[in-house]
């Protein structure tokens, strides 16, 4: 089933956007619990995509490629850093294969996108 929730605005997706990837990062023990969890995860990869594509929607091609620009991984090496430093927190990370860790990975950097040389780099 899917739910869907309705903003004014996009300027209104782009706060809460920016609000959730700050916690996030940066939110510290009140964070913790979110960071590794793939629903939190999917909603900041579903509100980036919302974004980009309201964007594109009402004709603002070049600000939807800003914003998805904004979210790569390799434009961040404070973030990346974040990501390297919890990914040896997963409970089975010795244990994982190289897929399981690409998707662990990609859950700790949404919304974020991880290019190949972002994972060799994270993996490295």
């Known amino acids: 089933m899917t739910h869907r929730a309705a903003f004014e605005s996009v300027t209104d997706m782009e706060a809460l956007l920016r609000a959730a990837v700050l916690f996030k990062f940066e939110g510290g023990t009140d964070a913790e619990p979110y960071v590794g ?57 010795e244990e994982l294969d190289d897929a399981g860790r690409r998707e662990w990975l990609g859950v700790l950097a949404a919304p974020y996108r991880l290019g190949e040389r972002d994972v060799a780099d994270l993996l490295g």
């Open 37 to 93: 969890s793939p629903a939190y995860a999917r909603a900041l990869d579903r509100l980036l995509d919302a974004v980009v594509t309201a964007h594109r929607e009402e004709g603002r091609g070049g600000t939807a490629d800003r914003w998805a620009g904004l979210y790569r991984l390799s434009g961040h090496a404070e973030r990346a850093e974040f990501v390297r430093r919890w990914s040896r927190r997963h409970p089975r990370w």
